[in-house]
């Protein structure tokens, strides 16, 4: 048994808030729950040995300044540690939109709340357990009937040294509302977060959605997150990860009514002894529902990348368009990935692709490039980059997007290197 | 400047040039002509040194130096500048970035001095005002989601910012509307001078209207099988290539420069 989890096991004894009953289920099958090795499934290429018999001392109190996105007017809730820093976060919203902390919640979010927690994906690993059973900290955002905020709410977790911590977020975006989300981990210190977000997006509203794991080196990281949509919702996640000693992503998407539109792009670029999980379940369980799905990463030096990419057809989801594909470009001999796509297809007349393959060099842009004078060396690089920049230029919010191209770009120049 | 000598190449093992010669001076403009899949385009790209263009015989140089014997990249260093008939469309590199790059690598060669971003911008400014283009294209993968006479617009511009010493232009008036063979004609005489050569491949009299060439050659199965002025065109345009077929073989060998 691990100890990690016993003390988790232990510390679950003294959470009590309004969200137990829900705690409990999870706690019943975390008591259960063996600690994952190579042949547990979900973690099967991820190694957990340094959570196993982790102990977190409390971090130092720490006063952590969370820097602002240049060109992001965002609407900032920051956690240190996983505690909420309310002198970091802004209090003041737009009209329609209600946040409120886990701590705070009124009756009438109760009532919807703890019926979303835990719900929009029921079938949960160890760490979403985890999650379920100790995060006390967190928010839950609400977005009002037709509704369209336009400052994008960004949720920051910033760990440091030794820091463990839980959080949860829980997102409900009333029909026809429109919402920016931006999910982002700081921090490259030893520590072991859990953060995971699950929405509920209704009919005709709509979710542009970023998640930045961008934590490094000795950082642990395990979370999701987990979309539901309605008849004719539309989602656009953006998912960049560097890897670190322990980072791993679910995200899941449930096509829970009609016509149901999700584009999700995901980027990685891992370097030295990295390593990064995703894996991605979208659930088609209702007709006419569109999945776009691109994943695309670098990797180099002795570096990991898993992904698991599922796609379920119900046998109900007629007509449906899903689209998976992995591309990995990579730049040592040494680097590893480790893809599997996962198709399950119920329903006779749908539109399904689903591809793995390590990208290769277009010859034809190199060629272009080089007959401009560019030399060959510099061409590569540029298409190389231009191969996850590709997927940046997609990103709809543009101060985002610039914001993230130099960390990409830093990165991989240092990957050019070794 | 551009001295082309029987040059035989061949793509997958396909003969397509069969002994072309062709001899360009400083400050003159050839147009070349001729029916689809004479080889054309296969004399640009042979030219500029695309991967899986074999070349048999002949000689190909510019200015002294043999470009047959040179990398991609080298030939474009040493003047040669290719607007394609096809422009490869490159999402996620910026036009821009790759501008800059391609800038710069001139530059170097040249033995000038790498430009600031400022400088850069400016001329990249000027340039896409030139061929009616507006910058924000710029910022885009480079050709991404153009239009087709956009990217005809997009290589004239690249051969502006480029100055290169001997331009080909592959059918760079096709796909253009009105206004646009305007802007590329522009572009074209903007650069002419005593020191620069232009090959313009054409279907069509319309672009010499704006671009004066001072030879015309037909181009047919591999070979150059007439030359002749301006009014070469003319005659084409009404005539058609029909002829080629009729015209005895030592007939035509004759009609060579
Ligand atoms: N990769 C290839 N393999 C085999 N044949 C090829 C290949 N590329 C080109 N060709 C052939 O070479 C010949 C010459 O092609 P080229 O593109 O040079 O013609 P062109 O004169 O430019 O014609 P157009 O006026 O239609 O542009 C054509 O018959 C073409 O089919
Ligand atoms: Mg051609």
């Known amino acids: 048994m691990s100890e990690w989890l016993n003390t988790v096991l232990s510390r679950a004894q003294s959470v009590d808030d309004w969200l137990s009953p829900k705690r409990e289920q999870s706690l019943a099958l975390l008591r259960d729950a063996k600690w994952p090795n190579r042949k547990t499934e979900a973690w099967k290429y991820t190694p957990l040995r340094a959570v196993e018999n982790a102990q977190f001392a409390a971090p130092a109190d720490v006063e952590a300044a969370v820097t602002a996105i240049a060109g992001l007017e965002s609407i900032d809730l920051v956690f240190i540690n996983g505690r909420f820093a309310a002198e970091q976060s802004t209090a003041n919203l737009p009209q329609g939109l ?103 997006i209704a009919d005709d509203a709509s979710l542009e959605h970023y998640r930045f794991a961008l934590q490094t080196d000795k950082a642990m990281s395990v979370g999701g997150s987990h979309f539901q949509l309605a008849n004719r919702s539309q989602l656009n996640s953006t998912l960049v990860g560097f890897g670190s000693s322990l980072s791993r992503l679910d995200v899941d998407v449930t096509h829970g009514g009609e016509h149901a539109f999700a584009k999700l792009n995901a980027i990685y670029l891992l370097d ?53 594909n992995n591309r990995n470009l990579l730049m040592s001999n040494k680097a590893v990935i480790n893809t599997k796509p996962e198709l ?34 510099q061409a590569q690089v540029m298409l190389n980059f231009g191969f996850i920049n590709e997927l940046v230029d997609q990103m709809p919010n543009a101060a985002l997007a610039e914001w993230l191209r130099p960390q990409l770009r830093q990165r991989f120049a240092k990957m050019e290197v070794n | 400047m551009l001295s082309i000598k029987n040059l035989h190449a061949s793509v ?43 070349v048999q ?70 340039a896409s005002k030139q061929v009616n283009l507006p910058i924000e294209f710029l910022k885009r993968g480079v050709n991404e989601g153009f239009s087709g006479g956009e990217k005809k617009r997009n290589e004239i511009l690249q051969m502006l910012l480029l100055q ?62 007439k030359s002749g002025d301006a009014s070469l065109a003319l005659e084409l345009e009404e005539q058609g290539y029909a002829w080629l077929n009729k015209q005895p073989e030592d007939d035509a060998e004759g009609l060579q420069v």
């Open chain 1, 98 to 200: 209600h946040i409120t902390q886990l701590a705070d919640v009124s009756e009438a979010d109760k009532t919807w709340a703890l019926q979303a927690f835990a719900a929009i994906k029921p079938s949960r690993h160890l760490f979403g357990l985890v999650n379920d059973a100790l995060a006390t900290e967190g928010v839950i955002i609400d977005v009002a009937a037709s509704a369209k905020i336009t400052a994008p709410v960004r949720i920051v977790n910033q760990l440091s040294e030794n820091a463990e911590a839980h959080n949860r977020v829980l997102v409900r975006v009333a029909q026809q509302a429109s919402l920016t989300v931006v999910e982002q981990t700081i921090g490259d210190a030893y520590s072991f977060n859990t953060a995971f977000a699950e929405y509920d």
């Open chain 2, 57 to 126: 015989d002949g000689s190909a140089s510019l200015q002294g130096a043999d470009l047959l014997d040179m990398d991609i990249e080298e030939r474009a260093k040493a003047g040669l500048f290719l607007a394609f008939q096809y422009p490869v469309e490159i999402p996620g590199v910026s036009n821009l970035e790759f501008l800059k790059a391609a800038v710069d690598a001139q530059r170097e060669a040249r033995g000038e001095e790498a430009l600031s971003s400022a400088e850069f911008l400016k001329m990249a400014r000027e």
């Open chain 1, 344 to 377: 399950e297809i119920y329903a006779d007349d749908v539109r399904c692709a689903h591809g793995a393959t390590i990208a290769e060099i277009d010859k034809k842009a190199l060629y272009y490039m080089q007959s401009r004078g560019v030399d060959r060396a």
């Open chain 1, 272 to 324: 030295g002894e990295e390593l990064f999980d995703l894996h991605s379940t979208i659930e088609h369980a209702q007709p006419h529902g569109t999945t776009e799905e691109n994943v695309r990463g670098i990797v180099g030096d002795s570096a990991t990348a898993v992904f698991n990419g599922r796609i379920h057809i119900h046998r109900d989801a007629q007509k449906t368009l899903a689209e998976l």
């Open chain 2, 12 to 54: 997958e093992e396909k003969q397509i040039l069969k002994g072309l010669n062709l001899e360009v001076k400083p400050g003159e403009v050839h147009a070349i002509m001729g029916p689809n899949g004479a080889g054309k385009s296969t004399l640009g790209y042979v030219l500029s040194g695309r991967e899986g263009y074999s």
């Open chain 2, 164 to 225: 290169p010493k001997l331009c080909i232009l592959d059918e760079s008036d096709s796909g253009l509307d009105i206004d646009a063979l305007q802007v590329v004609a522009k572009g074209v005489n903007s650069l002419r001078s005593p020191d620069r050569g232009f090959i313009v491949v054409t279907h069509y009299q319309r672009l010499l209207d704006y671009i004066k060439p001072d030879f015309v050659h037909v181009l047919s199965d591999g070979k150059i099988v």
